[in-house]
């Protein structure tokens, strides 16, 4: 079975700084999803960023990037210039594709506020 | 806009009453949707996975008989609370199952039972 660890339960940083939320996983699957949802204060799961194992390259979205270290299982969320918006719950996530339908695994979350 | 509209978002009731939560699937068809609960301050769990039509797979602990859940058509999954007690007081949380793509979320249900 997957695992996802959020080793950080809270974070916070100021406006406009950058901020980086890690994510450890352990799978023996050698192709797989990643993803970073956000859940604000009214509790929309909200697809931050999608990361694909078979993929080098780290997925970058606007603000929002990942450091992907496929070797070391390590999937960090990097937030640039950082806003008042972006104070949420981060969730990481893990999906297997079987082909039949994938479950998301989902760490226990980091609780991110941002300050003026 | 929303691809997955969960009703009602928010249900207060008496302890004994059954209570139904409805996902609909807005802009495809949905062969599968699963059930997730997310007790305060905690990460989501799933509860079960919704397949349409046929009986749905329910996660290890969850209790088949509480939770009923049906998926009739294409474009919609219930879950149904039964004989809800205080301890059923929580959020859930539908999503679609959209193959290799991200799972795409209803805003969730706020169950308090009194």
């Known amino acids: 079975a997957q695992t996802v660890t959020q080793s950080q339960p809270e974070m916070s940083v100021q406006e406009a700084e950058t901020v980086t939320l890690s994510c450890t996983y352990d799978?023996?699957?050698?192709?797989?999803?990643l993803f970073w949802y956000k859940q604000p204060p009214s509790r929309q799961m909200i697809l931050v960023i999608r990361?694909?194992?078979?993929?080098?390259q780290n997925a970058t979205e606007n603000r929002f990037s990942v450091n992907f270290q496929k070797a070391a299982k390590s999937f960090s969320l990097k937030i640039s210039d950082s806003q008042l918006g972006d104070t949420a719950m981060y969730f990481c996530?893990?999906?297997?594709?079987?082909?039949?339908?994938?479950?998301?695994?989902f760490g226990t979350g980091t609780r991110l506020q941002v300050t003026l | 806009g929303a691809v997955v509209s969960q009703h009602p978002s928010w249900v207060i009731c008496k302890s004994g009453t059954s209570v139904k939560i409805e996902c609909r699937s807005l802009d495809f068809q949905a062969t599968t949707m699963f059930w997730y609960r997310q007790f305060p301050k905690q990460s989501l769990m799933l509860m079960a996975t919704s397949n349409e039509g046929s009986k749905a797979t329910y996660e290890q602990g969850v209790e088949k008989d509480k939770f009923l859940i049906n998926h009739a058509s294409l474009t919609l999954s219930t879950l149904t609370v039964t004989s809800a007690h205080p301890e059923d007081s929580s959020f859930y949380i539908c999503s679609s199952y959209r193959g290799n793509q991200p799972q795409h979320f209803g805003d969730g249900t706020r169950l308090s039972i009194l």
């Open positions: 990361q694909e194992a078979y993929k080098q």
């Open positions: 996530a893990f999906m297997k594709p079987t082909g039949t339908a994938s479950k998301l695994t």
């Open positions: 799978t023996s699957e050698n192709n797989y999803y």
